[in-house]
């Protein structure tokens, strides 16, 4: 059974950091790609960031490009999301996210960031 856990979401002041993690397991974890999205209140779900499975390459929204770096450790099935300068246009639930050729990609069940102004 595929298993995406998130965890680092809090709430912290403007400006200030968070450094989420999601778990993997059930899956063999440095095949994939992996990334996260958002979703903010009243607002569609967003990609934010995703990297290949190697690591070598990523991708960044403009919207946190210069502030967020994503990271993956695969001998701990883990990426990590590193949020500097954090404002309150941030706060969201962020979800892990995995791709897959099937029918449905793989989610994990969110965790809450909460900037304060």
């Known amino acids: 059974e595929v298993q995406l856990v998130e965890s680092g979401g809090g709430l912290v002041q403007a400006g200030g950091s968070l450094r989420l993690s999601c778990e993997a397991s059930g899956f063999t974890f440095d095949d994939d790609a992996i990334g996260w999205f958002r979703q903010a209140p009243g607002k569609e779900r967003e990609g934010v960031s995703c990297i290949s499975s190697s690591g070598g390459t990523t991708y960044y929204a403009d919207s946190v490009k210069g502030r967020f770096t994503i990271s993956r450790d695969n001998a701990k099935s883990t990426v990590y999301l590193q949020m500097d300068s954090l404002n309150p246009a941030d706060t969201a639930v962020y979800y892990c996210?995995?791709?897959?050729?099937?029918?449905?990609?793989?989610w994990g069940p969110g965790t809450q960031v909460t900037v304060s102004s």
């Open positions: 996210w995995v791709p897959t050729p099937g029918p449905t990609d793989w």
